[in-house]
């Protein structure tokens, strides 16, 4: 079974400064997707960014980017120039290409900004 | 677009009614919908998958007599606490796909149950 693991609880990152949210994943599959979510305060799930598995570069979105590392199953997210909004907590999620193409979310990462 | 739809946002029911939560894809027609529960600074954990007109797909250890789910057109799924109790507290997030290989899942606001 897949499984998917952020170990730091919590992070904290001044404000302009970048700051890395870690995430390893375990699977058999050679096919799948990856995605961080933003969950603010409000606890809407917001989509940051996505990478499909079987592509090689690093997928960035605006601020945001993340270090795929497949052989090594890591898929970190980067924070370029901190803003006070991205204080959140920011989940690490896997989706397999074949079954019921459901979510494996990690524990969570809970991210402070600091002023 | 994309944009997914839960109601209510909060509901309050004694213990021991059933309580029911909607979730509507409002633009696009979601073949797939996810239901999860979220306790306190706690990640997301899925209950159950619904396909629409077929029956719904529980996780282990999901009472599904429960919990019951309903995906009746592409772009409604229902929830059902049944005889709720304090223990089922907790916020309810439905998420939905467009299915057909499609990988993402776009979510809805959640729902906070508050079982007196």
């Known amino acids: 079974a897949q499984t998917v693991t952020q170990s730091q609880p919590e992070m904290s990152v001044q404000e302009a400064e970048t700051v890395t949210l870690s995430c390893t994943y375990d699977?058999?599959?050679?096919?799948?997707?990856l995605f961080w979510y933003k969950q603010p305060p409000s606890r809407q799930m917001i989509l940051v960014i996505r990478q499909e598995a079987y592509k090689q570069q690093n997928a960035t979105e605006n601020r945001f980017s993340v270090n795929f590392q497949k052989a090594a199953k890591s898929f970190s997210l980067k924070i370029s120039d901190s803003q006070l909004g991205d204080a959140a907590m920011y989940f690490c999620a896997y989706r397999g290409t074949s079954g019921t193409y459901k979510y494996i979310f990690g524990t969570g990462t809970r991210l402070k900004v600091l002023a | 677009g994309a944009v997914v739809s839960q109601h209510p946002s909060r509901v309050i029911c004694k213990s021991g009614t059933s309580v029911k939560i909607e979730c509507r894809s409002l633009?696009?027609?979601?073949?797939?919908m996810f239901w999860y529960r979220q306790f306190p600074k706690k990640s997301l954990m899925l209950m159950a998958t619904s396909n629409e007109g077929s029956k719904a797909t529980y996780e282990q250890g999901v009472e599904k007599d429960k919990f019951l789910i309903n995906h009746a057109s592409l772009t409604l799924s229902t929830l059902t606490v049944t005889s709720a109790h304090p223990e089922d507290s907790s916020f309810y997030i439905c998420s939905a796909s467009f299915g057909d290989g499609s990988y993402e899942q776009y979510f809805g606001p959640g729902t906070r149950l508050t079982v007196t």
């Open positions: 633009d696009f027609q979601a073949t797939t």
């Open positions: 699977t058999s599959e050679s096919d799948y997707y």
